[in-house]
């Protein structure tokens, strides 16, 4: 087994949740061994033709790597991670915070066909697709942005691939609608956690009442001008909100989530041309962290 493969453990996690291996008009390569291959290009980062003949054909990888983004298999397989870590109790949900991380994209990132995508053998477009490829430029050239939910434990819990330019509140909606961990003893998968931070970039009107209206208990600090403009208004400005240090302290965690996952030099800058591949290649990166990490655990709020 070669550095960065998978265990025979974290295999037999995976294996029940992929796609069956033989079909008509040929024999799929060995799917673990298709696995390590994606995984070792998104642990390096080199160009998919560069991959260790070890692996198998380069194209093969690359195609399942991209099927799999396209209809949605690498969003199961992180749910399904994520329901056995939860009926273990290894996730925290005592505290999930919300941040983004802004990706420097390399060239080879942009220039994709305007033509949109297909699945392949299905008239439909792949999941997490984007007109506009999830690329921004700034000064320092062309950007991309993942907005994401971490639990305490310091693993992902939900995504979203925005361009750079993206501001981060509008976001924490849909990143937190797509929290969603089955149950596999029945009843309706989770989608709710108990606490919710996030910095200054995340205080708003919007985000508040959703949260009060999903009975979310939160903490993100009111950022001067609102605190002011709210003061001036007098009584018809509100209340203000509640603010607790000592929680706050645990933002670290949803930090320290994302420095795990730009460990993947594939995450860090990306490569990929189109918006639902790059998804695929950062939903690799958090199922290898659920995989193969140990949740750190905190005192319940």
Same mark, same amino acid.
């Given at each position: ?111 994709? !066909? ?93 985000? !508040? ?93």
């Amino acid at each position: 087994m070669g550095r960065g493969d998978l265990t025979n453990r974290e295999w037999s996690l995976m294996e029940p949740h992929l796609p069956p291996s033989g079909r008509r008009g040929g024999r799929w390569n060995d799917h673990r061994t298709v696995l390590n291959g994606i995984l070792f290009r998104i642990r390096t980062g080199v160009p998919w033709r560069d991959l260790p003949e070890r692996y198998g054909s380069w194209k093969s990888v690359y195609e399942r790597h991209r099927r799999w983004s396209a209809d949605g298999t690498w969003d199961r397989i992180l749910q399904a991670v994520q329901a056995h870590a939860d009926l273990a109790g290894r996730i925290d949900w005592g505290m999930v915070g919300v941040d983004s991380t802004s990706c420097r994209a390399h060239q080879h990132a942009a220039g994709a !066909r305007k033509a949109t995508p297909r699945v392949p053998k299905k008239r439909t477009t792949p999941r997490h697709h984007r007109p506009d490829e999830g690329l921004g430029r700034s000064r320092g050239g062309l950007t991309c942005k993942i907005h994401l939910a971490g639990e305490g434990g310091c693993r992902p819990m939900a995504l979203l691939i925005t361009p750079g330019q993206w501001g981060d509140a509008p976001q924490m909606i849909e990143v937190l609608d797509r929290i969603r961990v089955p149950r596999p003893r029945g009843g309706r998968p989770r989608t709710r956690p108990d606490h919710v931070s996030g910095d200054k970039a995340y205080s708003s009107r919007r985000n !508040r009442r959703y949260l009060r209206r999903r009975d979310i208990k939160h903490t993100i600090p009111e950022p001067k001008d609102q605190r002011a403009n709210r003061q001036r208004r007098g009584s018809r400005g509100g209340r203000p909100a509640g603010f607790d240090k000592a929680i706050y302290k645990r933002r670290n965690e949803v930090e320290r989530t994302i420095n795990r996952l730009k460990n993947f030099r594939a995450v860090a800058t990306r490569y990929d041309k189109r918006a639902y591949v790059f998804h695929g290649t950062v939903t690799v990166a958090a199922i290898r962290l659920w995989l193969q990490t140990s949740p750190v655990f905190y005192a319940s709020l």
